[in-house]
């Protein structure tokens, strides 16, 4: 992603010319570069394929365990019971038959379960376990879609909020990483929905689902070496 600082006009406050990630339309979810979409309907693996990328992505494939929580936990979410949709949604893999290879993407993550016979070449997540198994590839399931987000030009400013002593916002945060510098931790914040303001300790950039306007006092909290910033896009 490309940065650029533009104007410093106060000590703590920075205005930043980012690269926007926006997904094709508000019912998609942006996580960590990827967009996801989990249409309300069940279908055949080749059909859900067909679909997913019509909408412009294709479906989900996980890369990595953090992915295969992340889709497990949106799956999870939205699940409703006895609505005549299974919830176990497809994966982006045709097996082959051994070992248990995608044959698309032969080198990538997998989450095969050691527990579960395969009884078809397609593969589906367990929903509740978050591993894989080979079903029959005409049957209807749940689908999951990703796509690339497009990029444009925004302009945000970050100011941290000033107290006689360093302050945090506390039992909040939604994320947390080690960071470059205080400027990733503002765009990362910006490009997190549920993102209303973050705190720096050190190196360590926590996003927080609040600020300390919505919140009770007794989660501002004195703690060492912490400043406390909110953000606005302009």
């Known amino acids: 992603m490309g940065i650029v600082i533009f104007l410093t006009l106060a000590i703590g406050v920075q205005h930043v010319a980012s690269i926007a990630k926006i997904c094709p339309s508000s019912e998609w979810v942006l996580h960590k570069g990827t967009c996801y979409l989990i249409p309300q309907t069940s279908y055949s693996w080749s059909y859900g394929r067909a ?35 299974n919830p176990n949604p497809w994966m982006r893999c045709q097996k082959t038959d051994t070992p248990r290879i995608c044959s698309e993407d032969p080198g990538n993550y997998a989450n095969w379960s050691p527990d579960h016979v395969d009884i078809g070449d397609c593969a589906v997540m367990i929903f509740h376990l978050g591993v894989w198994r ?8 749940k689908i999951m879609c990703t796509a690339k987000p497009n990029s444009c030009s925004r302009s945000l400013s970050c100011a941290m909020v000033p107290y006689d002593q360093p302050r945090c916002l506390t039992n909040h945060t939604i994320d947390q990483f080690t960071m470059r510098s205080h400027i990733e931790c503002c765009i990362a914040c910006s490009e997190d929905l549920a993102c209303q303001s973050f705190n720096l300790m050190g190196e360590m950039c926590q996003l927080n689902s609040a600020t300390v306007a919505e919140v009770d006092a007794k989660y501002s909290q004195t703690l060492d070496n912490c400043a406390y910033y909110e953000y606005k896009l302009e």
């Open 51 to 85: 679909l997913c990328k019509s909408l412009g992505g294709d479906m989900v494939l996980p890369t990595s365990q953090d992915e295969n929580d992340f889709v497990q936990q949106m799956i999870y979410a939205d699940y409703i019971p006895y609505n005549g949709i």
């Open 134 to 141: 080979g079903l029959n590839c005409s049957l209807e399931r």
